[in-house]
């Protein structure tokens, strides 16, 4: 079973920065698999917010954060790095990573992904 740890998540004042990391757990890797950053604020629907292909390096990012997020899986690919820049008070949520296999999915959206990390909270303050 595919196994996801996220992190990097906190507090943090409007215009500030956070790096979330999603690591895959030992043994495993992201090699042909598609790898996506999640956020979902209470009250609202599970949305895609960027996510990387691991075999062609194509990314995809939501309206709300282009420009402001970035997405990066490492040379091992072993992690994937969402850094978030320029945070505002809309960003608050809870942040999750999944996973797919290459192939499997057609875009960033929730139900298109097969393995998820817990989530970790991110806080923007006015």
């Known amino acids: 079973e595919v196994q996801l740890q996220a992190s990097g998540g906190g507090l943090v004042q409007a215009g500030g920065s956070l790096r979330l990391s999603c690591a895959a757990a030992s043994g495993f890797t992201f090699d042909d698999y598609g790898i996506g950053w999640f956020r979902q604020a209470p009250g609202k629907e599970r949305e895609g917010v960027s996510c990387?292909?691991?075999?062609?390096?194509?990314?995809y990012y939501a309206d709300s954060v282009k420009g402001r997020f970035t997405i990066s899986i490492d040379a091992a690919k072993k992690t994937v790095n969402l850094q978030m820049n320029n945070l505002n008070p809309e960003d608050t949520a809870v942040y999750y990573c999944a996973t797919v296999v290459e192939g499997d999915y057609n875009g960033c959206v929730a139900y298109e992904f097969d393995y998820w990390g817990q989530g970790t909270q991110v806080t923007v303050s006015s």
């Open positions: 990387i292909s691991s075999d062609s390096g194509g990314t």
